[in-house]
């Protein structure tokens, strides 16, 4: 098997860069492609790949226009050029060991001897707040750094998989493989801003019979921003965060299965937790549960408005021309 490597990027050159020197170290792991989907950066991100052209295979830019936050658009640029028969699922933010694309590969490799046919695969991001001294970073020295939430709720060998009933609610974008059906692998584009594109392609190949496992050993390193994309990890680190977009995904999420109550129990759970700011204008977290029945219909009702403000921006003038 190759696997075909999809990567997002906006205005990251160095971080992407840096990832790219990862790819080009990768060990017993047959890349047929890296394709940089660039969402619209003003940065030179075609100078960030030429020093790269002849060390990695089928390295290629795609882009799309500027027009806010739509890595889900980006990745669907790469996921439509794809021949590779697996297609590995990165950010441009991160750090790959050595054998990260070798470790992906295996898990689908193992396809038919124990494992289901069909699946996504998760591998572990681990985070970090200062660069390794070496690329690519070693896969033991990756281990040792902080791991993401997702550890303490499915393991560290996601055992704890096999028993939830919404095992695709940890599939995150920054790592994680399947492999090339064409027609089933796509990203909403209904979703766009920050936030759970990733988790309901999760949810829809989940839907579909695919099985989410886990291969420990294909981790990434999370290099933190001072400035983090990320509202949780903005929490975290005591900035001010903004969930806007992802309570609109949440809430455009529970519309598109509204028969789910998993999906409904899952979400609903996660809304409990944010209300507006003293301005109306963002979605914040307090520290105490609300009402998330309130949230979705806050939420609902600014979705019906912008609609038919596009609708109305984008219909034709009924009056008559003028002779």
């Given at each position: 098997m190759d696997a075909s490597v999809i990567i997002p990027t906006y205005n990251r050159p160095e971080l992407l860069g840096r990832q790219l020197a990862c790819l080009a170290e990768q060990i017993d792991g047959t890349i047929r492609e890296v394709l940089v989907c660039d969402d619209g950066s003003s940065s030179d991100t075609h100078g960030v790949l030429a020093p790269f052209l002849s060390r990695i295979p089928g390295l290629t830019l795609l882009r799309q226009e500027d027009r806010g936050f739509r890595a889900g658009q980006a990745r669907n640029l790469g996921i439509r050029r794809a021949q590779g028969d697996v297609l590995v699922?990165?950010?441009?933010?991160?750090?790959?060991?050595?054998?990260?694309?070798s470790s992906h590969l295996e898990a689908h490799a193992r396809a038919g001897n124990g494992a289901p046919p069909r699946q996504v695969v998760l591998g572990l991001r681990y985070r970090t707040r200062s660069h390794p001294a070496r690329l690519p970073p070693d896969v033991r020295e990756v281990l040792q750094c902080t791991p993401d939430s997702r550890v303490e709720e499915i393991g560290a060998e996601g055992k704890e998989l096999a028993a939830c009933d919404h095992p695709w609610f940890f599939v995150y974008s920054c790592?994680?493989?399947?492999?090339?059906?064409?027609?089933?692998?796509?990203?909403?584009?209904?979703?766009?801003?920050?936030?759970?594109?990733?988790?309901?392609?999760?949810?829809?190949?989940?839907?579909?019979?695919?099985?989410?496992?886990?291969?420990?050993?294909?981790?990434v390193l999370h290099v933190e921003s001072e400035?983090?994309?990320?509202?949780?990890?903005?929490?975290?680190?005591?900035?001010?965060?903004?969930?806007?977009?992802?309570?609109?995904?949440?809430?455009?999420?529970?519309?598109?299965?509204?028969?789910?109550?998993?999906?409904?129990?899952?979400?609903?759970?996660?809304?409990?937790?944010y209300l507006r700011d003293p301005t109306g204008r963002h979605w914040i977290k307090d520290g105490h549960e609300h009402d998330p029945g309130t949230v979705i219909t806050e939420?609902?009702?600014?979705?019906?408005?912008?609609?038919?403000?596009?609708?109305?921006?984008?219909s034709p003038d009924p009056r008559p021309s003028p002779a």
């Open positions: 699922f990165t950010d441009d933010d991160v750090l790959l060991p050595a054998d990260f694309i790592n994680f493989s399947v492999r090339n059906e064409p027609g089933e692998v796509l990203f909403d584009e209904d979703f766009s801003g920050w936030g759970l594109e990733d988790i309901e392609l999760g949810y829809r190949l989940a839907r579909l019979g695919y099985a989410i496992t886990l291969a420990p050993r294909a981790c400035r983090p994309r990320d509202p949780f990890i903005c929490e975290e680190r005591g900035i001010a965060p903004f969930y806007d977009t992802y309570v609109r995904n949440m809430v455009r999420f529970l519309d598109k299965y509204p028969r789910d109550r998993v999906l409904g129990r899952v979400l609903s759970a996660d809304l409990r937790w939420e609902r009702r600014c979705l019906r408005a912008e609609t038919t403000a596009a609708l109305t921006r984008h």
